[in-house]
């Protein structure tokens, strides 16, 4: 039997992608892909016809069961729930997932309203353009339940969808603009560089209290956001693509980073202010 380590490897960045457009979370992703690589080499590889395919929809299965555990897992989280912040270069591997618009943050914020199965028909059918055969043997279903899974996510994104992918340099723009008004503590400025319906979210990470809910609109958010540049260096990093959009970093001791903040950006304002500080998960 020819050994199944090298084509697996070839596979593996697409197979993290998967996971992690699924669960939003690398720990999950990554422990996906691992127990898939280990039922392939119990396997007998070689009568694996199409191995993508089969490593695909194996780590598509893991993740929905992943998936629907994580419910009683955020239940207990505290604050809003985020998706692990992915920064551009941090692991090579993963560059080209981020070049994808559905791993922006916003976007997997839109995902998380999505029931388990939903989700997994959606990213399966919108993102990898798996036929609803295969879909329908990752649920558990019947095709036509599967069709209908992927048309009732599509048609709840649809209500509420994330604000679309803007062009680089005018992402870059709008960040330079946002931390130039925030360098000058003036709220009129800050507040110009800023949506009238912008949002902040930060999954608290046992630091930022103020920040455990939604913050809303720009007033709101200007006073948060001037209060945090007083409090600490939240604020305070080098700029840096999270989920592909952009952001930055904070430095913190040793290798792991303090912070992760990702913007979102429309009409050449921030409309989505996303702080990740949990330390777990920053370690990735």
């Known amino acids: 039997m020819p050994d199944p380590a090298e084509p697996f490897e070839r596979h593996r ?3 993290v992608g998967v996971g992690y457009r699924i669960t939003g979370s690398l720990a999950d992703a990554e422990d996906a892909v691992q127990e898939a690589w280990l039922r392939l080499a119990r396997s007998d590889a070689g ?5 993508r395919a089969w490593l695909t929809t194996t780590v598509a299965r893991l993740c929905l069961d ?15 729930w985020l998706p692990d912040p992915v920064v551009a270069g941090a692991d090579p591997a ?3 997932v981020l070049r994808a618009d559905d791993v922006r943050t916003a976007a997997l914020l839109v995902l998380e309203r999505l ?14 353009d ?11 279903c019947s095709e036509a339940a599967a069709r209908q899974h992927a048309s009732r996510a599509r048609r709840e994104i649809d209500r509420a969808p994330a604000p679309p992918p803007v062009p680089p340099a005018e992402a870059a723009a709008a960040l330079e603009r946002f931390a130039a008004a925030l360098a000058t503590g003036d709220p009129v400025a800050v507040a110009a560089t800023l949506g009238p319906d912008v949002e902040f ?35 305070a990093g080098s700029p840096v693509a999270v989920n592909g ?3 930055w970093v904070v430095p913190g001791p040793g290798a792991r980073p303090a912070s992760a903040t990702a913007l979102t950006v429309r009409d050449g304002v921030v409309v989505g202010i996303y702080a990740m500080l949990d330390p777990s998960r920053l370690g990735r």
């Open 94 to 96: 993963l560059d080209a």
């Open 47 to 51: 009568e694996v016809r199409d191995l």
């Open 130 to 140: 798996l036929p609803f055969a295969e879909i329908a043997a990752v649920l558990g």
């Open 66 to 80: 992943r998936l629907r555990s994580a419910a009683a897992r955020r239940e207990r989280h505290v604050g809003p």
């Open 245 to 247: 959009a952009p952001g």
């Open 13 to 15: 960045a697409h197979l």
């Open 201 to 235: 979210l930060s999954d608290g990470g046992g630091v930022v209290r103020a920040a455990r809910r939604p913050v809303r609109g720009a007033e709101k958010v200007t006073r948060l956001l001037l209060g945090l540049l007083r409090e600490g260096d939240l604020l």
């Open 115 to 128: 029931t388990p199965a939903r989700r997994v028909a959606f990213v399966l059918h919108e993102a990898l």
